[in-house]
């Protein structure tokens, strides 16, 4: 359980209490076993796998069952958590950040794991009942109160929000249309081919895709003005339904920082060891604009194992242990209605000077993408025959020319073996004796 | 030599029946081995999971199901919190992970928590797989 509140100051204080924050705590203990550590957090659980929600909404699991880390987790670690309450206000001068109930809490070190909030277009009607959004528990448990064996949804933006929640719907028996902006489901995840299977995957599902299009207004049902009854499309059509998803993207939840003075862009911009523009401040996952090491530049890659392994290196370097973050870049798997797809970095290059595109497919059950960029790794799709696609990802990730090798990368016998001797040797080096 | 007995021995140890022809033949869901032999012309190696000190899978689980003991730095996955997303399969760099697709998670090595040595190096008529425990 978590402690009792109280208003003294913390060593540690950390805002959000999910996958970036747990990071951080884990990493400060390595370091530091008894700085004292507070997490706040507006959301009143212990963290939970926020990709969980959907098979919650499912009905597949319970929140014990969803919950990140043990139930003992704060209390072992020593961490004061203070949920359900939302922070309201940061100095930096004082070193104080205040909270909704009035509290004041004062840090040495901050980091802000603050997540991001769904985007909301502006949309006429759009303030009426049965409209929602699915990145939290809370919204989850929403959309459960709210559905009815009549129900029928209606969910904006094909992304992977929208996939897991249509994934749920789709299991609970309820019709769902998806109205997509762009030609394909998860563009910005997945290459034309790899979408194509997502696509064909979700018409067997049952699911009526409407793609190019947006909702030009949300419409009341015809005997209670209040509650969603359908949305008007920008070609005229009417698409009739009680529920009604926004889902077209997270943008960072930055508010407590530029009225403090820290730099923002569209993330808090964080340098190689997730400082902010104040040296004790920090941030990460979703909040912040971290390096990516595939576009070279700090951008917004808001996915669940960035945001994991950004607030360990900020938390090695808040208790002290110098730490480089390595960058991350946009990757993304796929198991929702049987699929096994996996995407890392660039899925469409076009035809820009110095690319190149290696692919190769088994029929129907695997297709394999790899994208070169000056004889290195700068993206990979792999479909059905995925086992193998984190060696792939691991060139990319250490830069590694391939070029002398490149074809073995999409060969479906493709391993380590494929890598020339030094190279494997220098892998396996920790773990290969030499015979005797 | 590529003779993949550490393979057989290695999904027999993983099945209910521990009986290698039942194993192969008529389990549901057919137990699978948790390493993997590639063989590659007269190159052969055995690919299981290096229990890393900075495990990326762990650190890429969505749900928590993968953690890292810190007393004996082994890597292991919570079967009933395994949700099957795929995830740490893509972040292993060795591609040690493998998929089990009539159960819908993962599979990986475990060193064989029922016995003193994990079956693989038992099994090995080579001596060529070893089983080292190093100091944290």
């Not at chain 1, 009792?4 to 990493?27: D, F, H, M, W």
């Not at chain 1, 020593?78 to 070193?95: C, F, M, N, P, Y």
């Not at chain 1, 081919?193 to 895709?209: C, I, N, P, Q």
């Not at chain 1, 990516?292 to 090695?316: K, Q």
Request: charged share 25%.
């Amino acid at each position: 359980m978590p402690r009792k509140t109280s208003q003294r100051g913390t060593r540690y204080l950390i805002v959000g209490n999910s996958a970036g924050g747990i990071g951080a705590v884990e990493a400060i203990r390595q370091v530091d076993a008894n700085g004292p550590i507070t997490i706040v957090s507006d959301e009143p659980y212990p963290a939970y796998s926020r990709p969980e929600i959907s098979g919650y909404l499912a009905g597949l699991t319970t929140v014990e069952r969803m919950l990140f880390r043990p139930p003992d987790f704060y209390e072992r670690n020593g961490v004061e958590a203070i949920l359900g309450v939302t922070a309201s206000r940061l100095d930096l001068r004082k070193r104080g950040l205040e909270l909704e109930d009035g509290r004041t809490l004062a840090w040495d070190r901050l980091l802000l794991a603050t997540g991001g909030r769904p985007t909301m277009p502006p949309i006429p009607g759009a303030d009426r009942e049965g409209i929602f959004t699915f990145t939290t528990l809370a919204d989850a448990d929403r959309i459960r109160a709210a559905l009815s064996p009549a129900s029928r949804a209606v969910v904006i933006g094909a992304g992977l929000i929208g996939l897991s929640l249509t994934h749920a719907l789709v299991h609970l028996g309820v019709p769902v249309v998806m109205v997509e902006l762009l030609d394909r489901p998860l563009a910005n995840a997945l290459d034309r081919e790899a979408a194509s299977v997502v696509e064909r995957a979700l018409r067997e599902a049952g699911v009526e895709l409407v793609f190019e299009q947006t909702v030009d207004e949300v419409l009341g049902q015809p005997e209670d003005g209040e509650h969603v009854g359908g949305v008007r499309l920008q070609d005229g059509r009417q698409l009739s339904c009680d529920i009604l998803a926004i889902a077209i993207g997270v943008t960072p939840r930055t508010e407590l920082a530029p009225e403090a003075g820290l730099r923002v862009d569209r993330g808090i911009i964080v340098d190689r060891r997730m400082a902010t523009s104040h040296p004790d401040v920090y941030a990460c996952g979703d909040a912040a604009e971290a390096f990516d090491f595939v576009h070279g530049v700090e951008r917004v890659t808001p996915i669940w194992p960035n945001a994991y392994i950004g607030g360990r290196v900020a938390g090695l370097n808040m208790a002290g242990r110098e730490t480089v973050y390595s960058g991350g870049t946009a990757m993304n798997a796929l198991s929702y209605f049987g699929l096994a797809i996996v995407s890392a970095g660039l899925q469409e290059p076009g035809d820009g000077p110095g690319y190149e595109v290696l692919v190769s497919s088994d029929s129907d059950t695997a297709y394999r993408k790899v994208v070169l960029r000056e004889g290195r790794v700068a993206g990979l799709t792999f479909v059905g025959d995925i086992e193998k696609s984190g060696i792939v990802l691991g060139l990319m990730r250490d830069g590694t020319d391939v070029s002398a090798f490149k074809e073995a990368l999409v060969a479906p016998d493709f391993g380590l073996t494929s890598l020339p001797e030094e190279l494997r040797r220098e892998r396996l080096a920790p773990f290969v004796t030499e015979a005797a | 030599m590529g003779c993949g007995l550490c393979e057989v021995h290695c999904l027999v140890e993983h099945s209910r029946t521990r009986d290698v022809i039942k194993a192969y033949l008529r389990e549901r869901p057919s137990p699978l081995a948790r390493l993997r032999v590639e063989r590659q012309d007269h190159l052969f190696l055995l690919v299981q999971c290096r229990h890393c000190p900075e495990p990326l899978c762990v650190y890429s689980c969505l749900t928590g199901a993968l953690s890292r003991d810190p007393t004996t730095g082994e890597v292991h996955v919570d079967e009933a919190r395994c949700i099957g997303c795929w995830t740490c399969i893509l972040a292993c760099p060795y591609g040690a992970i493998r998929r089990d697709p009539q159960r819908g998670i993962i599979a990986k090595c475990d060193l064989c928590p029922d016995r003193s040595l994990p079956a693989c190096v038992a099994a090995c008529p080579n001596e060529a797989i070893l089983y080292v425990e190093e100091a944290l």
